[in-house]
């Protein structure tokens, strides 16, 4: 099915709806975009990996910051980079900042970039890797159905959320801390304000 430039979703929307859907809406509805140390040093990693270039590395092509896009699935972004090995598989690799660990978020934005691989060059992408700056580890992702399907999933509630224009309600939990928009989100005070409507909490002892 195609779809209309209103209707496509970046591959950077996937992993923000996977972290926060609000913090999705916060940065693609209502265009808030706050730095923080953890944005910072992403975002410094990102310029390296965003200069188009074409290398060899130990007899595999790598293309870094490749377009990609998808027309059967409205989808449109970049990756980090692309591995095009001697024996013909094709493996995306994101660099973040951190250490290792299992990120959902991190996962499902990388199985969206193998489906725009799979539909722009015509081979099977059965798994790619996320590299992670601190600790320096390489972890491997199959794209499993469950992930693949997963993905697809979180691109229709984005596709949602983009035709409502509406932000979802905060979520005010062990994420907030480290998300880059804590300040522009304010969970705490409005998950307050909504438990106490006419703002009659109890008065402070004198
Ligand atoms: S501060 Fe919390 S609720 Fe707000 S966008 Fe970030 S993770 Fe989501």
């Keep these: 099915m195609p779809y209309s430039d209103d209707d496509t979703v970046l591959l950077s929307a996937i992993e923000h709806y996977a972290y926060c859907p ?3 809406a916060l940065i693609h509805i209502e265009q808030v975009y706050e730095e923080n140390v ?20 130990e007899g595999k092509r790598v293309e870094r910051a490749l377009p990609l896009w998808s027309e059967e699935h409205g ?22 900042r951190g250490s290792r660990g299992t990120k ?12 725009c691989l799979e539909e722009m060059l015509g081979v099977p992408v059965p798994a ?29 509630e984005i596709r949602e959320l983009l035709r409502a224009g509406r932000t979802p309600p905060p979520a005010n939990d062990a994420r907030c801390p480290n998300c880059s928009l804590v300040q522009a989100c304010l969970p705490g005070a409005i998950c307050a304000a909504a438990a106490d409507p006419d703002g009659e909490g109890e008065e402070a002892d004198p």
């Design 22 to 24: 609000r913090q999705f």
């Design 75 to 96: 989808l449109q972004g970049k990756a980090d980079t692309v591995e095009f090995l001697p024996d013909g598989r094709v493996r995306p690799v994101e660099y973040k």
């Design 128 to 156: 790619g890797a996320v590299f992670y700056h601190a600790s320096r580890h390489c972890r491997e992702v199959a794209f499993t159905e469950e992930l693949r399907a997963d993905a697809l999933r979180a691109v229709g």
């Design 104 to 115: 959902r978020h991190d996962d499902l934005q990388l199985c969206a970039q193998a489906l």
């Design 38 to 57: 953890f944005t910072v040093q992403g975002s410094g990693l990102h310029e390296r990996a965003d200069e188009p270039l074409t290398t060899w590395e």
